[in-house]
């Protein structure tokens, strides 16, 4: 390594980090690629393992609807409290329910749980399959015959793109209801008349179009945790980062898928 | 040499960073059992993680049976991995499932024996290994080190393998669990008739479950020999690494 | 915990299903107000009495045969308004939106649910009066959108040519 170093010119050697870390990036881009149509096809395709699907039901969904609860109704109650506060600048302070209800289903529910899920679905993910790689109980498992793409990464995969839209729902509902305290134990509003507005103003696709990107999300978190935890390197350590890049990718992918179907909608 | 040997690696290159495996060449008879020895990094684990089809070589051939494995499609490996039984270094076992669900993973995941009676056979397997049916319902983490890798062996053999692979079998046990660990081997691969390949650098057990030795120095096999042989040689490699000295034909890895 | 989210949401679910589920539920009531001018007026905007929110307005549709605006109302069910009352919309401020303000009547009998306010007075087109105001020349810039002819002024067709 000394030798191949003193090789080369002084000049060059920036030159040469960057073409490190452009190939790194690519070879990352490739690897992410391929491993997203393997766990696609290992989704689609025998053997199956319903077991592990539904325990990673349950794991994912069931599990997280604490944390995606308590994150709604905080969210829905500070949302109501911001467009009250805005709407009574020009007057409109009875925009309230509509704007809240949209705000919830179209943007802030499914974008919510999904962060909440990067945090606790994508990382716990991502450490358990990369303890499992440290301790080569992957390799084991490939001596049982048995293709961790199907038994690991393809249940995760589908329980959390399914579960996903479930736990955006409950944030939905949650959402709107922690916006509909604040609105009548605060600020006087009349409790029957706001969930009137609500629901006369809310429509199919508002909360329809929230469930596609939930779904997405889902599917973009469980990913994530797959990928790192499955090409976790080194012990302990590598474990941990494992877990430290799912979160940040998971959550820097679902801001931007966020961003890209939103657009498609609009114009849809 | 008129039989085919059961096992063959014929010209495996494989590099990482540096050369790893260097046109390594290696076969084992049916029913023999061979220890690879040779000190820390010189591709031991490498070696056996090719006959497993955990790694791909860059250049070179494995056959078993006469036949290679190296490239072949994902059905036909997952049947030659029905031939072959694994003992993992750290046991490996699944720390989400009980024991017995370990050791008949392979039986209720692909072969689709109901689990009514992959648990009846599982605890069999764990009988064998001298582990009674109370630790079957148990989870890896509330068993000690030595029982963990009893509970690796009874996995590897439950299917009745024709090749079983141990890796570093006695690594991190103290002398007494590994005597009776090597024991168990031993009673194994005789039991079932199969064909053994360990790797360790741990004499006593090469000594006591080798019926040959193959000592690989980087990346290629540099003497071979029964264990008794071991003492007598003046293979220089065999030497150092027997009487344990630093100084030798082998830089020390520090 | 998860059970209890789970129950609290299926209540909040079911308890806004039946309050605000569209179409006829106990709660609150509808009555109908025809409009002829509604301007800015949308669903969601508020019905007052004497300052007092008391209502939205659910739903606004031009009626074909008169081409007038229906404003559908929903009413806080506590409140009875005199069948004489009077809906006028009026303005929340010079810039912000429109509500509908209910001047309460003096009549014995309450409009029942689903029943119409007679007496209304519509939306005044503010942009049109400031326009003429200030440029009273008939300037195309100031010219009231030819889509919202205020029946309470006209300025552009009635102001006088004053220079």
Same mark, same amino acid.
């Given at each position: 390594?000394?030798?191949?170093?003193?090789?080369?010119?002084?000049?060059?050697?920036?030159?040469?980090?960057?073409?490190?870390?452009?190939?790194?990036?690519?070879?990352?881009?490739?690897?992410?690629?391929?491993?997203?149509?393997?766990?696609?096809?290992?989704?689609?395709?025998?053997?199956?393992?319903?077991?592990?699907?539904?325990?990673?039901?349950?794991?994912?969904?069931?599990?997280?609807?604490?944390?995606?609860?308590?994150?709604?109704?905080?969210?829905?109650?500070?949302?109501?409290?911001?467009?009250?506060?805005?709407?009574?600048?020009?007057?409109?302070?009875?925009?309230?329910?509509?704007?809240?209800?949209?705000?919830?289903?179209?943007?802030?529910?499914?974008?919510?749980?999904?962060?909440?899920?990067?945090?606790?679905?994508?990382?716990?993910?991502?450490?358990?399959?990369?303890?499992?790689?440290?301790?080569?109980?992957?390799?084991?498992?490939?001596?049982?015959?048995?293709?961790?793409?199907?038994?690991?990464?393809?249940?995760?995969?589908?329980?959390?793109?399914?579960?996903?839209?479930?736990?955006?729902?409950?944030?939905?509902?949650?959402?709107?209801?922690?916006?509909?305290?604040?609105?009548?134990?605060?600020?006087?509003?009349?409790?029957?008349?706001?969930?009137?507005?609500?629901?006369?103003?809310?429509?199919?696709?508002?909360?329809?179009?929230?469930?596609?990107?939930?779904?997405?999300?889902?599917?973009?978190?469980?990913?994530?945790?797959?990928?790192?935890?499955?090409?976790?390197?080194?012990?302990?350590?590598?474990?941990?980062?494992?877990?430290?890049?799912?979160?940040?990718?998971?959550?820097?992918?679902?801001?931007?898928?966020?961003?890209?179907?939103?657009?498609?909608?609009?114009?849809? | 040499?008129?039989?085919?040997?059961?096992?063959?690696?014929?010209?495996?290159?494989?590099?990482?960073?540096?050369?790893?495996?260097?046109?390594?060449?290696?076969?084992?008879?049916?029913?023999?059992?061979?220890?690879?020895?040779?000190?820390?990094?010189?591709?031991?684990?490498?070696?056996?993680?090719?006959?497993?089809?955990?790694?791909?070589?860059?250049?070179?051939?494995?056959?078993?049976?006469?036949?290679?494995?190296?490239?072949?499609?994902?059905?036909?490996?997952?049947?030659?991995?029905?031939?072959?039984?694994?003992?993992?270094?750290?046991?490996?076992?699944?720390?989400?499932?009980?024991?017995?669900?370990?050791?008949?993973?392979?039986?209720?995941?692909?072969?689709?024996?109901?689990?009514?009676?992959?648990?009846?056979?599982?605890?069999?397997?764990?009988?064998?290994? =001298?582990? /009674?049916?109370? %630790?079957?319902?148990?989870? $890896?983490? +509330? #068993?000690?080190?030595?029982?963990?890798?009893? @509970?690796?062996?009874?996995?590897?053999?439950?299917?009745?393998?024709?090749?079983?692979?141990?890796?570093?079998?006695?690594?991190?046990?103290?002398?007494?669990?590994?005597?009776?660990?090597?024991?168990?081997?031993?009673?194994?691969?005789?039991?079932?008739?199969?064909?053994?390949?360990?790797?360790?650098?741990?004499?006593?057990?090469?000594?006591?479950?080798?019926?040959?030795?193959?000592?690989? =120095?980087? /990346?290629?096999? %540099?003497?071979?020999?029964? $264990?008794? +042989? #071991?003492?007598?040689?003046?293979?220089?490699? @065999?030497?150092?690494?027997?009487?344990?000295?630093?100084?030798?034909?082998?830089?020390?890895?520090? | 915990?998860?059970?209890?989210?789970?129950?609290?949401?299926?209540?909040?679910?079911?308890?806004?299903?039946?309050?605000?589920?569209?179409?006829?539920?106990?709660?609150?009531?509808?009555?109908?107000?025809?409009?002829?001018?509604?301007?800015?007026?949308?669903?969601?905007?508020?019905?007052?009495?004497?300052?007092?929110?008391?209502?939205?307005?659910?739903?606004?549709?031009?009626?074909?045969?008169?081409?007038?605006?229906?404003?559908?109302?929903?009413?806080?069910?506590?409140?009875?308004?005199?069948?004489?009352?009077?809906?006028?919309?009026?303005?929340?401020?010079?810039?912000?939106?429109?509500?509908?303000?209910?001047?309460?009547?003096?009549?014995?009998?309450?409009?029942?649910?689903?029943?119409?306010?007679?007496?209304?007075?519509?939306?005044?087109?503010?942009?049109?009066?400031?326009?003429?105001?200030?440029?009273?020349?008939?300037?195309?810039?100031?010219?009231?959108?030819?889509?919202?002819?205020?029946?309470?002024?006209?300025?552009?067709?009635?102001?006088?040519?004053?220079?």
């Amino acid at each position: 390594m000394a030798a191949a170093d003193a090789a080369i010119p002084a000049v060059f050697k920036p030159l040469r980090s960057i073409g490190r870390s452009t190939l790194g990036a690519l070879r990352m881009v490739g690897g992410v690629g391929m491993f997203t149509l393997r766990g696609v096809a290992s989704v689609f395709t025998p053997p199956w393992f319903p077991n592990q699907l539904l325990r990673q039901l349950v794991a994912i969904g069931f599990f997280s609807l604490p944390v995606v609860g308590l994150t709604a109704i905080f969210t829905g109650a500070a949302l109501g409290l911001n467009i009250y506060t805005g709407g009574g600048r020009f007057n409109a302070e009875q925009v309230m329910p509509q704007i809240v209800a949209l705000g919830i289903t179209r943007e802030l529910g499914p974008v919510l749980a999904a962060l909440m899920l990067a945090g606790r679905v994508s990382a716990a993910i991502a450490a358990e399959i990369g303890a499992m790689r440290a301790t080569e109980q992957i390799d084991a498992m490939r001596t049982l015959s048995t293709d961790p793409f199907r038994y690991l990464v393809a249940p995760r995969l589908l329980a959390a793109t399914l579960v996903l839209p479930l736990l955006t729902l409950i944030a939905d509902i949650i959402g709107v209801a922690g916006g509909w305290l604040v609105a009548v134990r605060i600020l006087d509003f009349n409790a029957t008349i706001y969930m009137r507005n609500t629901m006369n103003f809310i429509q199919g696709w508002d909360v329809g179009s929230g469930l596609i990107k939930a779904a997405v999300f889902g599917f973009i978190v469980a990913l994530m945790g797959c990928y790192h935890g499955y090409n976790a390197k080194g012990g302990a350590r590598g474990v941990g980062r494992a877990t430290t890049h799912a979160v940040v990718s998971s959550a820097i992918l679902i801001f931007a898928s966020d961003y890209f179907l939103t657009t498609l909608f609009t114009h849809a | 040499m008129t039989a085919i040997p059961k096992l063959e690696w014929k010209g495996v290159r494989k590099r990482f960073d540096g050369p790893v495996l260097d046109g390594l060449d290696l076969s084992v008879a049916a029913g023999r059992s061979l220890v690879i020895i040779g000190g820390s990094g010189q591709g031991k684990s490498v070696t056996i993680k090719v006959a497993m089809g955990l790694v791909r070589p860059d250049a070179g051939q494995v056959l078993v049976d006469g036949e290679n494995l190296i490239g072949m499609g994902g059905g036909a490996r997952r049947k030659l991995f029905e031939r072959i039984g694994v003992l993992f270094q750290g046991a490996a076992l699944f720390d989400s499932l009980s024991v017995w669900e370990n050791v008949a993973f392979r039986l209720i995941n692909a072969d689709g024996v109901p689990r009514k009676e992959a648990k009846a056979r599982a605890i069999e397997a764990l009988g064998r290994v =001298h582990l /009674g049916a109370h %630790v079957a319902d148990s989870y $890896p983490s +509330e #068993l000690s080190g030595g029982m963990q890798k009893r @509970v690796g062996l009874a996995r590897a053999v439950v299917a009745n393998p024709e090749i079983i692979f141990f890796d570093e079998p006695t690594t991190g046990l103290d002398p007494i669990t590994s005597a009776a660990i090597n024991e168990l081997i031993v009673d194994q691969v005789k039991g079932l008739g199969c064909t053994a390949v360990s790797i360790t650098h741990d004499l006593a057990s090469a000594r006591t479950i080798g019926d040959e030795i193959a000592m690989l =120095h980087a /990346g290629k096999i %540099v003497w071979r020999g029964a $264990p008794t +042989e #071991l003492d007598r040689t003046d293979n220089p490699y @065999v030497r150092q690494f027997v009487d344990g000295r630093a100084d030798g034909p082998m830089a020390s890895a520090v | 915990m998860g059970l209890l989210v789970l129950v609290l949401a299926a209540g909040f679910l079911v308890y806004s299903l039946t309050v605000g589920g569209v179409g006829s539920k106990p709660g609150g009531y509808d009555v109908t107000a025809k409009f002829g001018q509604v301007g800015s007026l949308a669903p969601g905007a508020a019905v007052s009495v004497a300052g007092v929110k008391i209502g939205t307005v659910s739903e606004i549709k031009l009626d074909p045969k008169t081409f007038l605006a229906v404003a559908r109302l929903s009413l806080d069910p506590e409140v009875k308004l005199p069948s004489d009352s009077t809906a006028k919309i009026t303005s929340d401020s010079l810039l912000g939106g429109v509500h509908v303000a209910i001047a309460p009547g003096g009549a014995a009998d309450d409009i029942k649910p689903g029943g119409e306010i007679d007496n209304t007075q519509g939306a005044v087109d503010l942009f049109g009066l400031i326009g003429s105001v200030m440029r009273p020349q008939g300037d195309p810039a100031a010219t009231p959108p030819a889509t919202a002819p205020a029946p309470a002024a006209n300025p552009a067709a009635t102001a006088p040519d004053s220079y």
